[in-house]
Every structure is written in structure tokens, then in C-alpha cells.
């Protein structure tokens, strides 16, 4: 009798052993799935709309979009080519339909756009977020916290179109978006900084900054380097809340 419930046991707990795999899969496989589709809409929705908006900043947006989603959806295919999971070709139904909106759509497809950005990156903050904090492939999990970033950076510059606060001046759909800049703040804000040094270096450029060098983050969670505007070199700094300081020492 205490043999038969020991080799239940087993059984049980080897049953359960090769479930546990399974279940990682399919969660991995989920989040490629809805990442994939999302990124494909940013970038098919942009391309619709670069270069025809009538409000400048929607042009400089979507130009970005197509750069950083393309980039993003590069790695992505890679990483879920190594961890053989299947990735998906085109987006989903509801993004195509919000495509063919975008394309039928009679004059400027502005606000139209900028609503589906909206909605977009509100869902794709929350689909990495989840998966950066919770994710069970460690590749994937990598993935979702280094984009998470600059996702949050599109969110927030997409809801000051919305709102109408942004200063585009730019005559050019491939001038640098308009990024939050604090140049009279007495030192940028310490917190956790997910930042990494390439995407601290693409904001500060953003920022209308060049020859961005020498970053580092310190303990305070704060990258910290120098730059050249208006032809001169000074300090610059990035917080968590991706403030660009000038000046910061």
C-alpha cells in the first residue's frame, strides 16, 4: 500500500514537473503574441500618417514610432526566434480594422491617430510592465524591461499631443520630438532609474542636446554626463521621471 502512493507521488510530481514548463511556454508565447501585434500596428499606423498630418508634432511622433518600434520589433523576432516561439506576421483583427479607419479616413487623420496611439501605448505599458515585473522567460523578461522605458516615453509624448502642450517648431518630419526639458531646475529628482545608457542618451539628443558623452549613472539613480547646445559643452543630467537638467553638477 505505501509503495502504491509513493509511486502515486511520483507520478504526480513528474506530471507536474512537465506542466510547469508548458504553462511557462504558453505565457511567453502570449506576451510575443500581443507585443508583436502591437508593434506591428505602431509601425503600419505611423507610416500611414508620417510626413501627411497637418500638426507637425503628430509627424515628428509617428517618424519616432516607426524608428523605435522597428527597432523593437527587430529584437523581439530575434529573441523569440532563439527561444523558439512563433511570431506573429501581421497584427490582430482589431488593429487591422483600426488601419483601414486610418487609411479610409476623409482629410486629416490626426486626432483619429492619436486617439489609437493613446490607447496603444496605455495597453503596451501595462502588457511589459506585467511581464518585466512577473515574466517567466528570462530573455523576454530583459526585453520587456529595457523597452518598458521608452515605451513610457512615447506614452507621455502622446498624451502632451493630446492635450496640446507640445512646442513643435521643428519645419522637418524627422526633427527630434518634443521631449519634457528642465534647464532651470536646481538638480534633477533622485529615484529608481530604468533608464539605460542608450536610452538616456536618446532623450538627452531629444532634448536638442549633442556630442551627449561620459554618462554615468551615480547612486542616486541619476545619469550624468555632458553635451554641446548652442555650441556650448555643459553638464546635463536624466532622472527617472526622464527630466533632462542642464547644468546639473
Request: charged share 25%.
Amino acid at each position: 500500500m505505501k509503495l502504491r502512493l509513493l509511486s502515486a507521488a511520483l507520478c504526480t510530481g513528474v506530471a507536474l514537473g512537465f506542466a510547469h514548463p508548458a504553462l511557462s511556454a504558453e505565457k511567453a508565447q502570449d506576451f510575443v503574441n500581443k507585443a508583436a501585434e502591437g508593434g506591428i500596428f505602431e509601425v503600419e499606423s505611423s507610416k500611414i500618417v508620417q510626413g501627411k498630418a497637418k500638426d507637425q508634432a503628430v509627424n515628428e511622433f509617428a517618424q519616432k514610432m516607426i524608428t523605435d518600434h522597428g527597432a523593437a520589433n527587430a529584437k523581439l523576432q530575434s529573441i523569440a526566434g532563439e527561444q523558439k516561439l512563433q511570431i506573429p506576421a501581421e497584427t490582430d483583427a482589431k488593429h487591422k480594422s483600426d488601419l483601414e479607419a486610418l487609411k479610409s479616413a476623409n482629410g486629416s487623420a490626426d486626432q483619429s491617430y492619436v486617439k489609437m496611439q493613446q490607447d496603444a501605448h496605455a495597453d503596451a505599458v501595462k502588457l511589459f510592465q506585467d511581464y518585466a515585473a512577473d515574466g517567466d522567460n528570462a530573455g523576454l523578461k530583459a526585453f520587456a524591461q529595457q523597452t518598458l522605458p521608452t515605451l513610457k516615453m512615447h506614452q507621455e509624448m502622446i498624451e502632451k499631443i493630446a492635450s496640446g502642450k507640445t512646442d513643435s517648431t521643428a519645419t522637418t518630419s524627422t526633427a527630434p520630438a518634443a521631449t519634457d526639458t528642465d534647464q532651470n531646475a536646481s538638480a534633477p529628482v533622485p529615484g529608481a532609474n530604468s533608464f539605460t545608457e542608450a536610452q538616456a542618451k536618446s532623450r538627452i539628443q531629444d532634448a536638442g542636446f549633442s556630442k551627449v558623452s561620459a554618462l554615468t549613472k551615480d547612486d542616486q539613480g541619476i545619469w550624468r554626463g555632458t553635451a554641446e547646445k548652442d555650441g556650448k559643452q555643459v553638464a546635463v543630467a536624466l532622472d527617472f521621471k526622464g527630466n533632462v537638467v542642464a547644468g546639473a553638477q
